[in-house]
């Protein structure tokens, strides 16, 4: 049974850097996926991770401010976001795709975290 713990979120202000991390556990070689969900709003794509842990995507959204990377030795994945912006609120989750397809969308993963807050404030 695949579990991912997701830390890291908090309140900062605008312009702020946060560091998630998700805590993985079993295999490493999964694709790797962030995902965000505001109050109100549909779920959001924020970043993928290929198997190869080199191979990157992120919407325009957060592209230049966010990055994902992972640390196998400590089976974490990671989602630094710099430059963080009030829109940037909502809660995150991180995902692990077993197929490797269609990893922008929620369908694509197969295993999910419990989530964790980011506010920023104005």
């Known amino acids: 049974q695949v579990q991912l713990v997701e830390s890291g979120g908090g309140l900062v202000q605008a312009g702020d850097s946060l560091r998630l991390s998700c805590a993985t556990s079993?295999?490493?070689?999964?694709?790797m996926g962030w995902f965000r969900q505001a109050p109100g709003k549909e779920s959001e794509f924020v970043a993928f991770l290929g198997r190869n842990g080199v191979s990157t995507y992120y919407p325009d959204s957060v592209k230049g401010r966010f990055t994902i990377s992972r640390d196998n030795a400590k089976n974490t994945v990671y989602l630094q976001m710099n430059s963080l912006k009030p829109e940037d609120t909502a809660v995150y989750y991180c995902a692990a795709s077993l197929r490797g397809v269609d990893v922008t969308t929620r369908a694509g993963y197969d295993y999910w975290g419990q989530g964790t807050q980011v506010t920023v404030s104005s």
């Open positions: 079993g295999r490493n070689f999964y694709v």
